[in-house]
């Protein structure tokens, strides 16, 4: 099982972009390439995965035991020739004190060799001492390999490669010239998505090429294939219990929500749901014949004017929700059923299911993992009186709730909508800033399930309703 954990010591040095060009120049080689993020993170993993063309599962030690961890690693990367880990931050960072869910600990538990990716921009004979201090930090972790990045010319390379042959036995793999193609577009919430970015497709391939002419892709194969054996036994496929016929499920999912885990997806599917995507920026129905709706996080902000005129799908919505379908959302989906969506000044109509408004803000509200507690409001059943670890990541706050608000979580540790709750209940919606993961122990997407499947019955005999409603 041929494998690699890229990483830098620091954020913002390169490795996203790296780790993109090498899965597409490996792609393009006609070989299987396997991508993984480690952390909570969306957007990365829809570059990384388009480039692959292979789903990018996100492996998070806070989030996820061990086993969790391993076994959604044998699962994904089985049949793969070769599965590269994109870390977060540097490859010491994290938060626990001893590193326990740090990168370099994924690095160690899944036997990792290391390629280190060095933003060299200023730097000499300074990168001996850098390179020596990460590998003499905790000698468990192979540092195989460093990629020299944004270099100023050919003068400063060959110092650097002097240096780092001098002082250290690390090899260097390649030595990328600064080069403003390779930037993906930025936003509040990292780089632009790779469904919304207009021509994802060529910027992958130029990335590929240009990482390909500067890196060596053969010494980058031959350090993945010096990974020892590992002994994992793969995630099983969870077996359907109760009715065997699937409940329909309706999914946003276009340029405004496109945030979704892989993970999650299949976990739904393998609970007995169908899955039936819809656009909310253009489709003027929900899919027919549903059960329930998810509705995930994304950029609602940026295309508020279009959900906004798509009125006859938000008045659908709204009297679905309103007559019992039961549903689902998190964050920008939140922010969707809300009255209304305000940003830089300007005011849209949203769905209306929420009796809040959300407002966007300059800086984050809630940033990191949170810790939930469900409350007596919670209406899966699966998770009442359980609590639960998720994350969380919004710029925007719901305000104007009213007093009497039901909450299916306390927070003790993070935001949520107020600090103290997140996860409004009304009718059959659940709808929450924390995002959660079914690998990661909580198994929401059972528990989702067999509450659609649950009330499928009583929310057909509303059906008329949500005639009306459309």
């Known amino acids: 099982m041929d494998r690699l954990l890229i990483s830098a010591a620091h954020k913002s040095s390169g490795k996203t ?3 993109l060009g090498l899965c597409a120049a490996l792609a393009a080689r006609g070989l299987a390439v396997q991508p993984f993020k480690k952390g909570p993170d969306y957007i990365d993993p829809m570059w990384l995965g388009r480039a692959s063309a292979r789903a990018c599962h996100n492996l998070d030690p806070y ?3 061990p086993e969790q961890i391993g076994a959604v690693f044998a699962r994904q990367a089985a049949g793969a020739d070769i599965s590269i880990v994109e870390g977060n931050k540097g490859l010491y960072d994290g938060l626990a004190l001893d590193g326990s869910n740090s990168n370099a600990a994924l690095a160690q538990l899944l036997d990792l060799p290391v390629l280190l990716v060095i933003d060299a921009r200023g730097m000499t004979r300074g990168i001996a001492p850098l390179i020596l201090g990460y590998q003499a930090f905790d000698r468990r972790i192979r540092i195989g390999g460093v990629i020299l990045n944004r270099l100023g010319g050919s003068r400063h390379e060959a110092k650097l490669r002097a240096v780092i042959e001098h002082y250290t036995d690390v ?3 390649g030595a990328i010239a600064e080069d403003t193609d390779l930037a993906v577009a930025e936003r509040h919430l990292g780089l632009m998505p790779s469904n919304e970015h207009a021509d994802a497709a060529r910027q992958i391939t130029l990335i590929g090429e240009r990482i390909a002419a500067q890196v060596d892709l053969a010494q980058v194969r031959a350090l993945a294939a010096s990974a020892p054996a590992l002994n994992l036994s793969p995630m099983p496929m969870a077996p359907v219990v109760g009715s065997t016929r699937p409940v329909r499920i309706a999914l946003a999912q276009d340029r405004a929500f496109g945030f979704y885990y892989p993970d999650d997806l299949q976990a739904l599917r393998d609970a007995g749901a169908e899955l039936l995507p819809f656009d909310t920026l253009c489709d003027p129905a929900l899919p027919e014949a549903i059960d329930g709706l998810f509705i995930g996080g994304g950029f609602p902000e940026l295309f508020m004017r279009e959900l906004q005129a ?7 919505i709204a009297g679905s929700i309103a007559a019992g379908l039961p549903t ?5 989906g939140l922010m969707y059923l809300a009255r209304s969506l305000q940003w830089r000044g300007e005011r849209c109509a949203m769905v209306g299911a929420v009796a809040g408004d959300a407002t966007l803000h300059q800086k984050p509200v809630g940033r990191g993992y949170v810790h939930l507690s469900a ?3 919670m209406p899966w059943a699966g998770l009442q009186g359980q609590s639960v670890r998720g994350h969380e990541f ?3 706050s719901l305000d104007g709730l009213p007093a009497d608000t039901r909450y299916a979580w306390r927070i003790t540790r993070g935001h949520g909508i107020d600090g103290q709750h997140d996860g409004v209940v009304t009718h059959n919606l659940l709808a929450t800033y924390s995002h959660l993961r079914s690998v990661a122990g909580t198994d929401w997407a059972r528990h989702f399930v067999d509450f659609v499947r649950a009330r499928r019955s009583l929310f057909a005999r509303a059906e008329p309703l949500q005639r009306l409603a459309a």
């Open 17 to 19: 972009t790296v780790s």
């Open 63 to 65: 989030l996820m035991t």
């Open 171 to 173: 090899p260097v793999l």
């Open 310 to 316: 798509n009125v006859s799908l938000r008045t659908q």
């Open 328 to 332: 689902y959302a998190e964050c920008g």
């Open 375 to 377: 409350t007596s409001d």
């Open 394 to 396: 919004h710029y925007s």
